[in-house]
């Protein structure tokens, strides 16, 4: 049993700083996956855009069917530059990135004592002492393509992504940006049938929005691993100095600029 005892303990991992294995709770991790952000990211940009225009436009003491028109010309406008945006942005991020790695490549393979140095000076730097470095480099060296990711890891260059779709996350962007850049307008559609008020109208759209945005700002904590309540309160101020912006400019471009007719 001794035996057994001293081969467990010959397997344990040393950490830095005498820490322990097992202290302390474990962090939370934040949400993985380029499209989850993506959802994110994209509906909080549709909702915002979204009841700027609304508030301009009631501002402006527009109807209903200016409000409507207005709302979902920009909302599909706006989605397809969104979508195709992140699908040219993605796209060239690939290509860079498969680019970049062919360089670090030939480097290593051409230029192979000067990338063993530049890493051995790279580990130095971070204190690691000359025998380790030399014999952490020596082991890489002998696998090329570990060399390459390591030498691409700590240049701080782009890894290519072979399983990223940039038309999925295009697509997934303008579905978003639909979907989430509805809810201010639905309230002038849902309120129809209960009421001409505009003025309930608009309220009806400020309360929708602000369900939407906290919504939204509780999955961008969960993805960045923030506080659920400061990320939410965040989304709802930027949203709501957003639409007082355009609320003020609609209302001054008509009661003072006289821009009525």
């Not at 290593?108 to 140095?117: A, F, G, I, M, P």
């Not at 690691?128 to 030498?151: H, L, Q, R, W």
């Amino acid at each position: 049993m001794a035996r057994n005892n001293d081969d467990e303990n010959s397997t344990a991992v040393l950490l830095p700083n005498g820490a322990q294995d097992g202290g302390g709770e474990r962090p939370k991790e934040p949400w993985k996956g380029e499209l989850v952000k993506s959802i994110v990211y994209a509906g909080l940009d549709a909702i915002v855009t979204s009841f700027s225009l609304i508030s301009s436009i009631s501002a402006g003491r527009l109807s209903s069917v200016d409000v409507l028109v207005l709302g979902f010309a920009n909302l599909v406008a706006g989605g397809i530059s969104m979508g195709f945006g992140d699908y040219v942005s993605s796209d060239t991020e690939r290509d860079v990135a498969a680019k970049e790695r062919l360089v670090t490549e030939w480097e290593v393979t051409n230029r192979h004592k000067r990338q063993k140095e530049a890493l051995l000076d790279r580990y130095r730097a971070l204190g690691m002492n000359i025998e380790d470095s030399n014999m952490v480099v020596n082991i890489f060296a002998k696998y090329g393509d570990i060399m390459v990711d390591e030498k691409m890891l700590q240049d701080g260059t782009l890894q290519p992504d072979d399983g990223e779709k940039p038309w999925k996350k295009g697509l997934i962007t303008f579905g978003s940006f639909l979907v989430f850049g509805s809810a201010p307008i639905l309230a002038f559609i849902i309120l129809i049938p209960f009421t001409r008020n505009e003025t309930f109208k608009f309220i009806g759209a400020c309360i929708l929005s602000a369900l939407a945005l906290a919504t939204l700002g509780i999955a961008k904590a969960k993805i960045a691993g923030q506080n659920y309540a400061l990320s939410a309160g965040g989304t709802i101020l930027n949203g709501a100095i957003a639409g007082s912006a355009a609320y003020a400019i609609g209302w001054f471009l008509r009661e003072v600029a006289g821009l009525e007719d």
